[in-house]
């Protein structure tokens, strides 16, 4: 038998959250565990929690570590097979959709990770999308709604806390393909994003994304294919500062100076795949 387990790591919306948690409370059947990370929250959060589900484990970061650091350790303490990667703002809409993920994964040994279709306020079109395609591999995922096969994230690096926020996904898609695993997009189950705007900076997102992804290129780009990948990695993060308009571009210093301070601990934290494995990875669909 398969067990699931549901993680969450949340901060400052507890009314999202609070959402989230009756909606889960109707899943059939239920997670073997629910984990909660309060990341740095200073609202309701732990109250909603103990409220809305008493038997969750919640673990209270009293100082934020990041959303990376937090779903990096939920993955190594999860008592389940799979763990089901939720946001705060984020929940399947099939209630018996527990099941139906433990039997996809026992039908195919080599899944890493499987990723699902989100009907999210982001893209009001999706929200009454019927159709949303076919399995296929991809080269990454995301975790407001994603499925993740635990012995292999304990096999491999998983998750680099140093991230913080953003591309931890496609940082360990790489790790998994490169190790011979599949990311699968899979049409079903549908989640029901809610993408809350607060908290969230556009701006802001996108420095925490170009400075992690070239992070990630020192950790896993062979050399020196590396030297190669990095400056493309910059120029291609500029161009679509670019495209969002001169008080973007004007900004891309930061992440750079940012990423800069991190390259020690970066390269300290190298462990290099094969140049085939980062090939394949690259020439999977995003």
Known sequence: MIYVTIMITTKNRSADLSRTLRVLRELNPQPVEVLITSDGCTDETVEVVRRECPNATLIVNAVGKGSVASRNRMMREAKGDLVLALDDDSYPE??????????LFEQNPKLAVATFPQRTDEYPASLTQEYFGQTHPVRSFACSGACLRVSTYRSLQGFEPMFFHMYEEPDYALQCIAAGWDILYTPRPTIRHHWTGSGRSELRNHHRHARNELWSTLMRCPFPQMLVMILWRIISQAKFAASCGISWLIREPFWWWAAIKGIP??????????????????RLPG
């Open 94 to 103: 099939q209630m018996d959709c527990l099941e139906s993920l433990a039997i």
């Open 265 to 282: 601990q970066a390269l300290g934290s190298r462990h290099p795949v094969s140049w085939s494995g980062y090939r394949r990875w690259l």
